[in-house]
């Protein structure tokens, strides 16, 4: 077993950093394609300079420090993270294009004492007595050798959710949850068939932060773009050496939809990575298409739940399994948190080592978490073979009359219409059944102007869902209202049913 120089495997993320250092101090580890990249050892040296710079400017253990970065700086983004966390205290990855409001909302809640903005990044309104740094600034004066003051046990970031139930939870993890599964081999390295992954996750997400820390602990290189366009991502994703795609279904669907892909050359991709909203039956289908070499693979967990969760390589013969557990455990469970036998539908949850939680959120930790289970918010089961599958998250089941719609499943359906890019399924009010299913769709480029109607929507999805399925009303539009980290703001669509 390879060793950090104290003798112990890397159990902090600047730990990890320093053996990656050591090994590969000249391999590229992070790039933004034509603007900047950084190697292991400038990266450590960099995050060692950050944390002397902010050690100056009284930054204590344990003071939460918000990172307020845009696409084009995510190298800089990398460096500050990890010297924020080499001083001992704890990084708030926020999104640059949260409101004002928003950002207060983090920074008070989590009572940040300063926040540090990229080159490219305006300088954020900060609530009072936050001190404001730009990155430059830190990276500026030099650094010193003083030992990382990071622990295992401390807590190393806290990520806000989307907020799409309701108002953003901060969700706190310590440095053993972040490091848990690292490898501490040479050989073990992932994504070893890849020179570089390719991805274009914002900061600030759950999805950006697995590719922060794929970075530390893959063989290949974490290649981002400054700017998403299909076209662009479609060059990279042709580039020699990109073995690895990293996506969000909307981001497969732009893709795929788009033309891009067209006659390029995808054989060198080996992998296509899903996560952040379960992947329809019929974009994996797609996707196994447009990237004939590549293993179609769906992850499905949480901000709360990680680096638990569960991974599906695509299988026609189970279309909507999504997967069974790897780096955790998986259960059903009934309503008092008691396991459900196989095929069974109940709550999903999940259990990782060294479990995360709320911060400064007791009501919440209590109907969220429980001995190290994390309650996912979706209803499943299992089958006989260990696989699960979802029927939909709580509230965003529609009990219309005396049914219950799964809007996953409908969803699913609707996707396979020829001529529908992108769909999402709600329940709007109904004066006679309570509720009635409600379909929004995008209209893929080739759609005419009557190709999407109601009468034949539901004409298509006759032979495919039961009466009570049948979407009642249809709305089009040009694109579905997504949040930072391509999740669809159902709340949003309900209201525009009323208009």
């Known amino acids: 077993m390879t060793t950090t120089p104290t003798g112990t495997p890397p ?3 600047p730990e990890l950093l320093d053996w990656r250092a050591g090994l590969h101090p000249d391999r590229v580890a992070v790039e933004v394609h034509q603007v900047a990249s950084v190697t292991f050892a400038e990266w450590s040296a960099g995050a060692r300079a950050v944390a002397a710079a902010l050690r100056r400017r ?3 253990p344990g003071d939460r420090v918000g990172l307020v970065f845009g696409p084009r700086d995510w190298v800089r983004y990398a460096v500050t993270y990890c010297g924020v966390l080499w001083a001992g205290a704890v990084a708030v990855p926020l999104s640059d294009r949260l409101a004002a409001g928003q950002l207060g909302h983090a920074l008070t809640h989590c009572a940040a004492t300063a926040v540090v ?3 490219d990044t305006p300088a954020p309104p900060a609530p009072p007595g936050v001190a404001v740094y730009g990155d430059a600034e830190l990276r500026a004066t030099g650094h010193d050798d003083e030992p990382s003051a990071a622990r295992p046990g401390d807590l190393a970031q806290i990520l806000y959710t989307s907020g799409t139930t309701g108002r953003p939870k901060g969700v706190a993890a310590r440095h053993a949850n972040l490091t848990a599964g690292a490898p501490h081999h040479p050989r073990r390295l992932a994504l070893a068939h890849s020179q570089r992954f390719l991805h274009a996750f914002a900061i600030g997400t759950n999805a950006g932060q697995t ?4 970075a530390l602990t893959a063989k290949a290189a974490a290649l981002t773009l400054p700017r998403f366009t299909p076209v662009r991502f479609a060059r990279l994703v042709a580039a020699p050496g990109t073995g690895t795609v990293f996506v969000v279904p909307s981001i497969a669907i732009e893709l795929l939809d788009s033309g891009a892909l067209r006659d390029r050359d995808t054989s060198g991709v080996q992998l296509i990575g899903s996560t952040a909203a379960p992947l329809p039956p019929a974009v994996a289908a797609r996707l196994a298409t447009a990237f004939p070499q590549a293993t179609i693979v769906n992850y499905y967990t949480s901000t709360e739940a990680a680096p638990a969760q569960t991974t599906m390589i695509y ?11 790897v780096g955790g455990q998986l259960m059903v469970a009934d309503p008092g948190g008691r396991p459900l036998p196989a095929g069974t539908t109940g709550d999903v949850w999940l259990r990782a080592p060294h479990p995360r939680a709320y911060y400064r959120d007791d009501a919440a930790n209590r109907a969220t978490f429980r001995d190290g289970w994390v309650r996912m918010g979706d209803v499943g089961r299992i089958d006989a073979d ?4 979802l029927t939909d998250r709580h509230q965003d089941v529609i009990k219309t009359g005396a049914f219950k719609v799964s809007t996953v499943e409908v969803e699913a359906a609707l996707h396979e219409h020829p001529l529908v890019a992108e769909v999402a399924v709600v329940g709007v009010p109904h004066p006679v059944l309570g509720s009635a299913v409600a379909a929004a769709v995008v209209a893929r480029p080739q759609a005419g102007a009557d190709g999407l109607t ?3 929507l539901r004409g298509f999805l006759a032979d495919r869902l039961a009466d009570h399925q049948l979407p009642a009303r249809l709305l089009l539009l040009p694109r579905l209202p997504r949040n930072e980290g391509g999740k669809v703001l159902k709340r949003q669509l309900t209201g525009l049913f009323d208009n």
Request: net charge positive; glycine share 12%.
């Open 11 to 13: 159990r902090t993320l």
């Open 58 to 60: 009284g930054l204590r």
């Open 117 to 119: 903005h990229g080159d």
């Open 211 to 214: 590719m922060l820390l794929n």
């Open 315 to 325: 299988d026609p013969a189970r279309p909507d399994a999504v997967g069974r557990p």
């Open 386 to 389: 260990g696989y699960l599958y």
């Open 454 to 456: 109601l009468p034949a």
